[in-house]
């Protein structure tokens, strides 16, 4: 969930009023928000860096307000959309009409797409803002609102990235076309001389906020650069804009594009920054709209498209999905505090609700309905005991876990809950085995080492919590009962999950007996007894590469292996960096539901 900070006294100035703090703070969460913070930017330099630091900087004392936002309503992001927002829904003022308008003279920008752009970025949309009017305020809260964008819809600026720029700077027609690296020359932003894209790279490398973009196109063939008629470039997405058209104070006529790999979200991002800005220009909330030609099959696409649509949704579903009994005509007056202007149909029956290109969150009848709770109060619903009556029973498989956790708690061995998830080598090569044979289910894009698979074992995660606790007093007794996941062709989603039990004895001696004697503990409980004739368990020698060689057995119930012990291999204990031996069982426990 993103979270905007905004200064307390233009929020107030926009909303006509000023607020205690707790007032603020119910009045956010009247409106489906939370207000997370009352601080300032001395405050927070305070607590990121120390007192000393924030003393003798030049941080503000200005009160700041720090706003959870739903991660869906991209239009609250910012001052302008959030200061909208509570005027609407606080019926002082009514939701404006946006506008996509060709050019007063008829001469519409274009923007070209050169059909290379495909190997690397190959959407692109744009539009213009005209005679706006641009004070400090409004360039920071501009600036930061394509920062929570990016951030946000733009997925770190790997689906979109935006560039802004001043028109008068430049000349239109715009190329969006992609070039060797070394071919690409110009000054970006805030720098004095110019780079070529390559060497920009390099110099960028060292940069706290943009490096984190590089990955992106680095190793591209080529890359994304927008330049005007003068072959001026505007910006080399999704990287830096050229200090050429950088915006400024004085800046009076904007130019907007979005660079995308998915373009319903490059239209969503235009859609935004230009409903919430355009409220600074001359004529306001009008946008000026430009013509995008894609070159390879002379496709024209005319960009924004502040599309408004319509949802008809019944009243009594709303009614009966909330639990409330509201007239339609009420429910109408609810979603128009939330900003979607509704009108009663079908004499009384249904809603019919007009959704703006603001709220591009509302995909589905029961978003309409949520923001009807929203607007009704939640806290205004009565509780009610369902009309169905069902008796709750506990899942078989928990109350098993349940119960046997108490029982071998009390035979002196501690619980761990460990991570679901781990690296690569905890499963196969710590473990001495191959990654191929453990039908592990990887995770794409993992953001750690830590964290690169789902575990299909237990004993990595208890191996590494001894490992982290090998101060404490010998001997360390541990066990688990939880999920491993494995993957299964037969099931839906193409993997499935297993309830494990792990026991580790870590001491000294391996104290194999002592692994053997829970196992046997384990079975008295489940009321098995010990055979070898098929109606009971028993164990019998195997060769697993995990555990020490001719010290190893699998743990057989009904004929059926559920899984094994032993003493675990010295290599194991070694990448585990343990240094004392571990005696070890684990056995799936589903089999005994």
Do not use: W
Not at 524 to 540: V, W
Not at 567 to 591: G, Q, R, T, Y
């Amino acid at each position: 969930m993103p979270t905007i900070s905004v200064k307390k006294h233009l929020l107030f100035e926009a909303l006509s009023k000023t607020y205690t703090d707790d007032e603020f703070a119910d009045l956010c969460f009247d409106y489906g928000l939370e207000l997370d913070e009352v601080t300032s930017e001395k405050e927070m330099l305070a607590k990121e860096q120390g007192e000393n630091k924030a003393s003798t900087s030049l941080a503000s004392d200005i009160i700041i307000y720090r706003i959870d936002i739903p991660a869906n309503r991209y239009d609250l992001l910012c001052l302008e959309g959030l200061a909208r927002g509570l005027l609407i829904f606080l019926k002082k003022a009514e939701a404006p009409r946006y506008k996509a308008l060709p050019p007063s003279d008829g001469q519409m920008q274009r923007l070209y797409i050169k059909p290379v752009t495909k190997q690397v970025r190959p959407h692109a949309v744009a539009a213009i803002l005209r005679n706006v009017t641009i004070t400090k305020e409004v360039y920071d809260s501009f600036i930061d609102l394509q920062d929570k964008l990016h951030q946000n819809i733009c997925r770190k600026r790997s689906l979109v990235a935006i560039g802004t720029h001043d028109l008068d700077t430049i000349t239109g027609p715009f190329y969006f076309d992609a070039q060797d690296p070394e071919k690409i020359k110009f000054c970006p932003l805030n720098q004095a001389i110019e780079f070529t894209a390559a060497a920009q790279m390099e110099l960028f490398s060292h940069d706290s906020h943009l490096r984190h973009y590089l990955p992106i196109i680095r190793d591209k063939p080529v890359y994304p650069v927008i330049y005007d008629s003068n072959n001026i470039v505007l910006s080399m997405p999704p990287i830096i804009n050229g200090d050429h058209s950088k915006l400024t104070l004085e800046t009076k006529n904007v130019f907007i594009e979005c660079t995308a790999t998915d373009l319903t979200k490059a239209k969503i991002v235009l859609d935004t920054l230009v409903t919430m800005f355009s409220q600074y220009c001359y004529d306001k909330f009008q946008v000026e709209s430009v013509e995008v030609i894609y070159e390879e099959d002379g496709k024209s696409c005319i960009y924004p498209e502040l599309k408004y649509r319509h949802e008809v949704i019944s009243a009594d579903l709303i009614n009966r999905q909330i639990g409330i009994n509201e007239t339609a005509e009420d429910i109408a007056s609810l979603l128009t505090k939330m900003c979607l202007a509704s009108e009663v149909v079908e004499g009384g029956k249904k809603v019919k609700v007009e959704v703006p290109p603001t709220r591009a969150d509302v995909i589905h009848a029961c978003d309409i309905v949520e923001d009807v709770a929203i607007a009704y109060s939640y806290n205004r619903i009565v509780e009610r005991i369902p009309n169905t009556n069902t008796v709750s029973v506990q899942y078989p498989i928990n109350k098993l876990s349940d119960l046997l956790r108490q029982e071998i708690a009390a035979s002196g061995f501690t619980e761990a809950l460990t991570f679901a998830l781990c690296s690569r080598d905890d499963i196969s090569v710590k473990l001495r085995k191959d990654l191929k044979d453990t039908k592990a289910v990887h995770i794409g894009n993992p953001k750690t080492l830590e964290f690169q698979v789902a575990r299909t074992t237990l004993l990595p995660g208890i191996l590494k919590t001894i490992a982290s606790n090998k101060n404490m007093p010998l001997p360390m007794k541990l066990f688990e009962i939880s999920d491993v996941i494995v993957k299964d062709s037969e099931k839906d989603v193409g993997a499935r999950n297993f309830r494990n039990f792990c026991a580790v004895n870590y001491n000294k001696l391996p104290d194999f007996e002592v692994i053997h004697g829970l196992l046997d503990r384990f079975m008295q409980l489940l009321e098995i007894p010990f055979s070898q004739n098929g109606k009971g368990y028993c164990i019998r020698a195997i060769d697993d590469p995990t555990f020490f060689k001719g010290r190893c057995a699998e743990i057989v119930v009904n004929e059926k292996p559920i899984g094994k012990l032993g003493v675990l291999h010295p290599e194991v204990l070694s990448k585990f960096d343990l240094s004392m031996p571990c005696s070890a069982l684990e056995i799936n426990i589903e089999p005994f539901l």
